[in-house]
T-cell receptor, first 117, second 113 residues
């Protein structure tokens, strides 16, 4: 069975500083994908970044980067230069398998990030 | 602009009533999904839909639930007889193929009274 663990229920960061949101995963499948989504208070789910298990380099998307440590089974999200608009719930999610697999994502419980001015 | 639009944004219904939640992608996609999020809890997979048929469903997706694409564009989730515990945010999600990121709609907040 697949499992995603986010150990930080809440995090605080000062505006303009960087913050790391932790995510560890567990799967025996060698092929998997890791995702981060942002959920503001308005409720929508916004895709941020994706890392494939065979990707050689860590994924980056603007101010978001994914610190992928395969041996440790961790996929931490790093947000650089935090902005007030980054305050939201952040979910780590995993898809396992390839080929005939569907996009059944397993989500973590989320981390509520608060950016202080 | 979101890749998928969900309607309604909020629906209130009485226990035992049928509800239909709708999802409209703005462009061609092959894979469709429904997820739900009970308030304060994590997002849970309900069902995946490909080539006009269900490809996978979770334990949550029992006989009270059904999905279809009646006109080739709208993707609907029907709950035949709602229960109080069906109150949640329901997200439609789409992907162009198995290797593309999954994009979610803005969700429908269902409240069963």
């Amino acid at each position: 069975a697949q499992k995603i663990t986010q150990t930080q229920p809440g995090m605080f960061v000062q505006e303009k500083e960087a913050v790391t949101l932790d995510c560890t995963y567990d799967t025996s499948d060698p092929s998997y994908g890791l995702f981060w989504y942002k959920q503001p208070s308005s409720g929508e789910m916004i895709f941020l970044i994706y890392q494939g298990s065979y990707d050689q380099q860590n994924a980056t998307e603007g101010r978001y980067s994914l610190n992928f440590q395969k041996a440790r089974k961790s996929a931490n999200l790093v947000i650089s230069a935090s902005q007030l608009g980054d305050s939201a719930m952040y979910f780590c999610a995993m898809r396992v398998g390839s080929g005939g697999s569907n996009y059944k994502l397993t989500f973590g419980k989320g981390t509520l990030l608060t950016v202080n001015p | 602009e979101p890749e998928v639009t969900q309607t309604p944004s909020h629906q209130v219904t009485q226990m035992g009533q049928e509800v239909i939640l709708r999802c409209v992608p703005i462009s061609n996609h092959l894979y469709f999904y429904w997820y739900r999020q009970i308030l304060g809890q994590k997002v849970e997979f309900l069902v995946s839909f490909y080539n006009n048929e269900i490809s996978e469903k979770s334990e949550i997706f029992d006989d009270q639930f059904s999905v279809e694409r009646p006109d080739g564009s709208n993707f609907t989730l029907k709950i035949r007889s709602t229960k109080l515990e069906d109150s949640a945010m329901y997200f439609c999600a789409i992907s162009r193929d198995r290797d593309s990121p999954l994009h979610f709609g803005n969700g429908t907040r269902l409240t069963v009274t």
